[in-house]
Every structure is written in structure tokens, then in C-alpha cells.
């Protein structure tokens, strides 16, 4: 016999009003987390900014007309230069000079290439050079433009001890005596264009400071060949044509290694190691305009640009409250998450901010409210068609996509053409923040827009949840 077992399986029904909580607490909850992170975000951008605070230690990169500085323009002469070379050329130029410019310690310098289509071929190349935070002109220009001579000249021995003890010379006067001296060295061929590398070194006798160098192999080559054949002579070596050291051949070196000494303090050492390190200039470059930003001016400029950024931002909040009111109070909100996250990817990327660069975050906040317009007006349609509200919030979002969509992708598009032709860094940095604002923009208007509004949105539609969900100054009756 078979007994049938009675189910015990327990259903549970969920009335309508209940089984509505749950997607509505999801909203919610998705809504505090992002509220969380962009307030975090916030906190951590604004913090930094503080003296002596935790996060101090990465400020925002200003550029030249926000911090003050020096802007140096150079033409470069390219007449000599063959045409198929001038290209390779250039590009020797910037980064012999860029690194220079990285050893006077100046924070973010800016040296770039700039050729002119409206000038003849021998003065269209030009160099542009920024250095943040650097007044002295005279100094920095002629850092730049050094170009340190370096030679090494022979004197036979016996020259140099028939000149000591030629009395005839003692008779002469001292610049004679200098004149004579001097036309005693005979060149080499062997110049600093051949030092491969130099460092600062302390002789192990009286701790003085040093240069010592190191030849390339064409150097260390004919190196080699003058100790070699010359032991017992002199090898002076001479910095701007002036004897700095005039040491004895001992022996033949074959390592290509020496040391330059002599009435050298550790800077002097030091300058010298660079100018040797990063060579003669490969182009010749006359320095033809200059101009020098204070950083009052820059702190003007920086208090002019975030007080044009709020008061835009309260403008826009203001007719985006009064016009579109609950939608308008959410555009806001992600339009905050839009700035705490902008901020952010300036100072941790870091991008270099400036005039123009805020010039660009300024009217990308523009465009960002532009994306949740057409979603609103849209949501307005279809309520006007008898759509109920989060029916019509749906159908305003999925129909205003493809406008968003289309001309967020030209803003892009744009953006891409300035930044990559743009022919000075005032049209890069503007390019670089309005691409980077488009982009934000897209996540904060279809992303975090929805998230809030379906947070926050009525549920049941009434004469006031019509009102607060549609904008102008007439709701649907």
C-alpha cells in the first residue's frame, strides 16, 4: 500500500508593495556607496592641499602662467644642417637642453620643439623653453646656451723648461709672458666632444674636488696614442680656453680614464661634470624672446580660475534646481561627484594645469550638465505622452543615449585632433582636460544621474511628485 506523504513545502507570497523594496533599497544603497567614495575622494583632493597635511606630499602641477617663471624661446640655427638631418636634429636639441634644465632642480620644466609653416626654412625652428618657478633670465639663459669648450693641448718638455728658464721671458710683462705661455700648447685633436661621460671625484690626497672623465672610444683611442708617444710631456687641459691643469704624462693610459684637477670648488666641479655630461649643443640657438611670470601674477591667475569655477558651478546649480527641480537636485549631485573626481585625476595623474587647462574643466562642467538636459527634456516627452514616472525616467535615458552618445564621440574626436596637433602646450593642456572632462562627464551624467534619480524618485505618481519630476514652470495635469 502506498500512502501519499502530505507536502510540507511552505510558499511565501509577496504582495506587490513589498517585492517594490527591494530594487528601490539596491538603488539606494549603489547611491550612499558612490555618495561615499566621491565625498571620500573629495575630502582626500582637498586635504592634500592643506600645509603640513597627511596627504601634502602631492600638491597639483601648475604650469608656467599659474606658478610664475620663465619662458625662453630659442631659434635655432639649421642653415648648415643637412635637410634630410634637421628633424633628428631638433629632437638632439630638446633633449640635450632638457637635460640641462633638469639639473638646475626646477620642478615640471617644459622644453618642446615648435616649427612655424609661416616662416622661411632657416628660422622656422624654434625651441621653446619653461622653467616654473625661475626668475633670473640672464641665469637661466645662459645655463642653456653654454656650450662648454674643452681641449687638451701637448707641450714638448723640453719646451716647457727652455720657456722656464729663458730669462728673456722674465723680462716680458705679464700678459706677454700669458701670450707666450700659452702658444706654446699645441692641439691635439683630442676635445671634450669625445667624453663620454664625466662624474665629480675627490683626489685621495688632499680630498680637493675633481672631474674626472671618461672618454668614448674614438676619445679613449687617440687618448691612448698621445700618452703613448708623448711620456714625459705636458697635456694641458684647457675649459673655455683658459690652462685649468697642465699634468705631466707619466705613462701610456689605456682605459681612456683621466682626471681634471686644480683650483676647482665642489660647484665649479659640479658644473663642469654637467656641462661635460650633456656636451656641446648639436644646433646653434640664439635666444630670441623671453618673458618672466611672477608668481603674484600666477596666484592671481589661480585664484581667478576656481573663483570662474564656482561661480559657474552655482549658476548652473541654481537653474538646474529652479528648471528641472528634483531632476535638477540630482544633476547636482552628480555634478559634484563630476568635480570631486576631476580634481583627483588632475592632481593624481598629475596633469599640468593651466590658464587654458581650467579654461577647458571650466566649460566641461558645461557639458556634463548638457548630457543630463537632453535626458530631462526627454522624460518630459514622455510624460507628456501619459507615461508613468519611472517609465518615463527609463525611456529618458534609453532614447537620450544616442544623442549623448554622438556628440560626446565628436567632443572626443576633437579633443584627440588638438592634443596630438596642437603646436604649443597651451593647446595640449587645454586638449588633455577637455578630453579627460568628456569622458568623466559620460559616466557622471547616464551613470551616477540614474542611480540618484531612481534612488530618490517617487514612487506613486500625484500632482506633487508630477511637479518635482518635470521641469518649466508648468507640470502635467
Known amino acids: 500500500m502506498i500512502h501519499q506523504v502530505p507536502d510540507t513545502t511552505t510558499t511565501f507570497a509577496f504582495s506587490p508593495e513589498i517585492s517594490k523594496i527591494s530594487p528601490m533599497f539596491k538603488h539606494r544603497a549603489k547611491a550612499a556607496y558612490v555618495l561615499i567614495f566621491a565625498a571620500l575622494v573629495g575630502y582626500a583632493t582637498y586635504a592634500s592641499q592643506v600645509p603640513g597635511s597627511w596627504a601634502g606630499f602631492k600638491p597639483f602641477r601648475l604650469g608656467l602662467d599659474l606658478s610664475g617663471g620663465t619662458h625662453l624661446v630659442y631659434q635655432a640655427d639649421i642653415s648648415k644642417v643637412d635637410p634630410s ?25 617644459l622644453v618642446q620643439v615648435e616649427q612655424s609653416s609661416f616662416s622661411t626654412a632657416e628660422n622656422a625652428h624654434k625651441l621653446i623653453v619653461e622653467l616654473p618657478g625661475v626668475t633670473d633670465v640672464e641665469e637661466a639663459a645662459k645655463s642653456i646656451g653654454a656650450t ?63 672631474v674626472g672623465i671618461l672618454f668614448n672610444t674614438e676619445g679613449r683611442e687617440l687618448f691612448a696614442k698621445i700618452t703613448k708617444e708623448h711620456v714625459g710631456d705636458y697635456l694641458g687641459i684647457f675649459l673655455d680656453g683658459v690652462p685649468i691643469s697642465v ?24 658644473k663642469l661634470v654637467r656641462d661635460l655630461n650633456y656636451g656641446a649643443l648639436p644646433v646653434p640657438i640664439t635666444l630670441i624672446s623671453t618673458q618672466t611670470i611672477g608668481p603674484t601674477l600666477g596666484q592671481a591667475a589661480v585664484n581667478g580660475g576656481v573663483r570662474a569655477g564656482i561661480i559657474s558651478f552655482i549658476l548652473i546649480s541654481i537653474f538646474l534646481i529652479v528648471w528641472y527641480r528634483l531632476p535638477g537636485l540630482v544633476a547636482v ?47 518630459k516627452e514622455e510624460l507628456a505622452r501619459g507615461r508613468g514616472i519611472w517609465d518615463a525616467m ?84
Open 247 to 270: 699634468p705631466v704624462i707619466r705613462d701610456q693610459i689605456l682605459d681612456g680614464r683621466g682626471q681634471i684637477s686644480g683650483s676647482f670648488n665642489a660647484v665649479d666641479a659640479s
Open 85 to 109: 638631418a634637421v628633424n633628428d636634429a631638433m629632437k638632439s636639441l630638446r633633449d640635450v637642453v632638457e637635460r640641462r634644465v633638469n639639473t638646475f632642480g626646477v620642478s615640471e620644466p
Open 148 to 210: 662648454p669648450s674643452l681641449e687638451f693641448k701637448l707641450v714638448i718638455a723640453k719646451e716647457m723648461e727652455a720657456f722656464q728658464a729663458s730669462t728673456t721671458v722674465r723680462d716680458m710683462s705679464t700678459s706677454t709672458q700669458e701670450a707666450a705661455y700659452l702658444a706654446l700648447f699645441q692641439p691635439t685633436g683630442l676635445t671634450g666632444r669625445m667624453v663620454g661621460k664625466a662624474s665629480l671625484e675627490f683626489t685621495p690626497t688632499t680630498n680637493e674636488p675633481a
Open 394 to 477: 527609463h525611456e529618458g535615458f534609453a532614447r537620450a543615449w544616442t544623442s549623448i552618445k554622438d556628440s560626446n564621440i565628436s567632443s572626443i574626436i576633437t579633443g584627440i585632433i588638438l592634443f596630438y596637433f596642437g603646436s604649443n602646450s597651451v593647446i595640449k593642456g587645454f586638449a588633455l582636460v577637455f578630453l579627460i572632462g568628456v569622458l568623466v562627464s559620460m559616466f557622471t551624467a547616464i551613470t551616477a544621474s540614474r542611480l540618484f534619480l531612481y534612488a530618490i524618485a517617487p514612487q506613486r505618481s500625484s500632482k506633487l511628485s508630477l511637479f518635482l519630476i518635470n521641469n518649466g514652470f508648468k507640470s502635467r495635469k
Open 333 to 379: 549631485i552628480a555634478l559634484g561627484v563630476y568635480t570631486s573626481i576631476m580634481l583627483a585625476l588632475f592632481k593624481y595623474i598629475p596633469v599640468t594645469l593651466t590658464a587654458a587647462g581650467i579654461a577647458g574643466f571650466i566649460i566641461t562642467i558645461g557639458m556634463a550638465v548638457d548630457a543630463n538636459i537632453l535626458i530631462f527634456e526627454r522624460m
